[in-house]
């Protein structure tokens, strides 16, 4: 059995146990999201929706949250000293389908407990540290020959002018 969903401005076939990637959409990884918008519905007999099927859903288990790659827009203005870059990420849902619903049914299948994590035992890594006091390599002291050295190194840069650009050039006109 498959389905044709829409959400995100954008259509999907889909079928039991997909996993798809679409536009940003509530939900915290595990839970269950239901898509009401179903075009067509498919299997042994095919149903069209004049725009959606009545009663037909889709059920679907958040797997992730997620961000795709940075697109840079870029612009250009030649000869008129104008550039704009800017970039931009956009955020996806990666979902996995767990069924199709038709006749209004409900989803039977509920979202996964969260694990709950396991608080880390701080005392256990003091207890060691209390045991090995030695394992540390002693800290070596800065030589006065070293000292020196950084001391004469600083000296030598000179220290630039705060109102001119380093290239020579216009630099850049404050507005």
């Known amino acids: 059995m498959f389905a044709v969903i829409r959400t ?23 839970e269950i999201v239901q898509f009401g918008e179903v075009l ?13 099927v009545a009663g037909a859903s889709v059920a679907a288990e958040v797997l992730e949250q997620g961000r795709g790659p940075k ?7 030649r000869r008129k000293n ?3 870059k800017r970039g931009h990420r956009q955020e996806f ?20 407990p969260k694990p709950e994590r396991k608080p880390v035992a701080a ?28 001391a004469k190194k600083s000296s030598k840069t000179p220290a630039r002018k705060a109102g001119k650009p380093k290239s020579g050039g216009k630099g850049k006109k404050k507005k």
Request: zero cysteines.
């Open 8 to 30: 995100g401005g954008k259509q999907y076939r889909v079928a039991a146990e997909d996993v798809i990637k679409v536009e940003k959409v509530k939900g915290d990884p595990g």
């Open 40 to 52: 067509v519905v498919g299997g042994d007999s095919v149903s069209l929706g004049q725009p959606t």
């Open 71 to 77: 697109i840079i827009a870029f612009k250009k203005r």
């Open 82 to 84: 104008s550039r704009r």
């Open 93 to 112: 849902t990666l979902i996995r389908v767990t069924e199709i619903l038709t006749d209004g049914a409900k989803p039977t299948k509920t979202a996964r």
């Open 123 to 150: 005392a256990p890594a003091a207890a060691e540290e209390a045991e090995h006091p030695q394992t540390e390599a002693p800290k070596r002291k800065v030589g006065a020959k070293t000292q020196a050295k950084a």
